[in-house]
């Protein structure tokens, strides 16, 4: 059973930056993809980015593109997220998820493997 561990969240003023952390508890020669998304409370949840664990392939929602990037650290199974020039819209919930076969882009999501318990950001104004 995979188990993924976010950290990183917290709260920052508008303008500021945060970086999120998801490591994964997977067999070292596995070979999947992750990503990262999120929920605003009453909204549904939305895609922020994923990566493919080459390394060589990437993807942001729109709403992110230009302030967010994705990246991960073979060695330690590990994907982060650096966030900067955060905005209140971008509070939420942040979710970790894996996948060992499908690539983690832009959609709901439903149909992924393994989800995180999630990291609260909140970003005030």
């Known amino acids: 059973q995979v188990q993924l561990a976010e950290s990183g969240g917290g709260v920052v003023q508008a303008g500021g930056s945060l970086r999120l952390s998801c490591v994964a508890s997977?067999?070292?020669?596995?070979?999947?993809?992750m990503g990262w998304f999120r929920q605003a409370p009453g909204k549904e949840r939305e895609f922020v980015a994923g990566?493919?664990?080459?390394?060589?392939?990437?993807y942001y929602g729109d709403a992110v593109k230009g302030r967010f990037t994705i990246s991960r650290d073979g060695a330690k199974n590990t994907v982060y997220l650096q966030m900067s020039s955060l905005m209140p819209e971008d509070t939420g919930v942040y979710f970790c998820?894996?996948?060992?076969?499908?690539?983690?882009?832009?959609?709901?999501?439903?149909?992924?493997?393994?989800w995180g318990q999630g990291t609260q950001v909140t970003v005030s104004s």
């Open positions: 997977v067999p070292s020669t596995s070979s999947f993809s």
């Open positions: 990566i493919r664990w080459s390394g060589d392939k990437t």
């Open positions: 998820v894996l996948d060992r076969i499908l690539e983690i882009t832009p959609g709901p999501g439903r149909q992924y493997d393994f």
